[in-house]
């Protein structure tokens, strides 16, 4: 049985501010890899988060469509160049016509290998990351580098206290489990171990992201894979990133 | 126990919307509410703010007797019971609740019963009209972003540009962007596609020639129809975009 889950869930609404997740869809070949992409509406204006691969992106539409115009969407945040992020660029372009991408300064001049001649949507994000405007709302770009890309960045939505960390806290299921919202955090964080001893580089990048976002107020971690961690489970995973050894070139 | 009656109206056939969700496989991806999966059961989770949470996992099990569907919903605190009915064009569910806080859980459940036919009944009806459709309809294709994202996944993307068109002008800034850019000349298809204010537009050129044509103004779709492309104009957000190899796409 595939997994797909083709109804997206508010993860915080107030009703003029909107962060929702969009769904799910299990590849044959990627088994337990899921990914998910993200919607921050602010007063009718939309930004979609790492919205991925050409074999979500219909229902990356579909679902966006329920909640704001696609004319409206205003902006495009990759966290990095992976294809899970980025592949459907060329679609993105056409569909959120209004849309800017914004994807660090070092990613920005191999995008047009998507087959995208005319860079004119394209932003780069400097380095020391910035801040994107939907609506009222300011949202704000962190730098997380080296985690695990060597141009990453994090997004910060200070109203919904949900900071998107991309591939960080990345968790790869079993086959034939999955769910949305971290409850037991020793069992979940066997299902990320893997993924962060070997896709990241070295200590010192978790060791610069914590000091990074010690003064902010998080509420919700939102990862690009695997669940949703919570309140209490936000501590913990800081926590467990804080205690991680043998990271990368030291694995 | 609680128990509530939602009446949806259906473009298909009740009976075949009923079918469709007789199928277990066929409800999960359109359930609700859906936070988790394990084996054979489903997570539904319901929260508002910091002062209502509801979650149980769920087997579900399917049985159709004559017209009549129950899936019955079977978790580790509460039991939930949907029966379909086909009344005329239509479907009346009753929701059955047994479980702690109905109150506020039917809520949740009469939307749950009203987002499943509804989605049931869109992917009924677009399997209806795509065996209708024959695939050589390159307009009706433009229609579908399911087409068109396959045509997109193997073109190029040359060109983006805010423009005014006059009305009835659409034609003639199409033809000087085609003859202008000595680009577009390399490849043997273009992919035009633009939004206005209140308009829609989907063009395919194959070698030259306009093969196919997809407006929406208001509302309303054409497909195929030149002369409403008169219509269409003042500030328009275009694309183009040149098709490597077309024979790819339109086999499919
Ligand atoms: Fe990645
Ligand atoms: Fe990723």
Redo the contacts between chains.
Sequence with gaps: ?S?????P?ILYDNNKHLFVWLGLDEAEAEKGILTNQYLVVDQGEGLLIDPGG?YV??RI?ENTSKFVDP?KVKALFFSHQDPDVVG?L??L???F??AIVYVSALWVRFLPHL????T??LREIPDEGGEITIGKSKLRIIPAHFLHSPGNFHLYDPIAKILFTGDLGAAVFPS??????VEDFEKHKKYMEAFHHRYLPCRKAIDKWLEMIKDLDIQVIAPQHGAIMEKENVAKFIEWLRSLDKIGLDH | MRATNVLVFTKSAPDRIIDYLSNIDNVLPILPYTTGRSRDRVRLEFRRFKVFRFVDNYEIESIKRDQTLLLLFKGSRSNIKFIFRPIESAIKVTVEYDGPRGWVVGRYLSEIANALVYEADKAVYSAKVRAVKTTTDLSSNLAKISWVSKLLMKSIMIKNENRVISKGGLLDYIESLISEEKVFNKYPGLYISGDGINSKMRLLFLNGELKGIYVVIGDKEYFGNEEVLREVGGLMRIRVYGIIRPELILQS
């Design positions: 049985m997994l797909r889950v083709h109804k869930y050409y992106f219909e539409l004319v459907s060329n679609l372009l056409d569909m016509p209004e087959g995208v001649l005319d004119s949507r034939d489990e999955w769910y949305l919202f």
